[in-house]
């Protein structure tokens, strides 16, 4: 995402798909996997590392990547609103999805993946 401290860049070069995050120090960092910045990065991280691994398919990528910025804006009072998934390629990038938050949280705790209480 880009804002006035931070920006991310993706993208293809020579040596294969690269991903950068850039602050507006100049300070320059190369993801072996990926970042993620901002107040609710805890809880961003907190899904991605448990369902990160490194043969992800391409639609297992996409989910844990909205999955994980959705929790993010459902437990962080910061963030919230829209959540777009685009795919980077080395021939250019395709828009997957623009998802609003309120949406998934029903589309999650429907199917049982976002577990808000104990069963009885």
Known sequence: ???????GVAGFDTKGPQVYYVDNDATRLKADVGFSVGS??????GVFD???KYDLT??????LGRRS?????HRDAYSGGYINVY???????????????????KR???DGSLVLERPQ
């Open 58 to 63: 391409v639609e297992e990528a996409i989910d």
């Open 1 to 7: 995402g880009i804002n006035a401290e931070y920006m």
């Open 50 to 52: 448990t369902g990160y």
């Open 40 to 45: 609710g990065s805890t809880f961003a991280y």
């Open 87 to 105: 795919h980077i390629k080395q021939d250019g990038w395709v828009k997957i999805s623009r998802d609003d938050c309120f949406d998934l949280y």
């Open 69 to 73: 910025i959705f929790h993010a804006t």
């Open 108 to 110: 999650y705790t429907a």
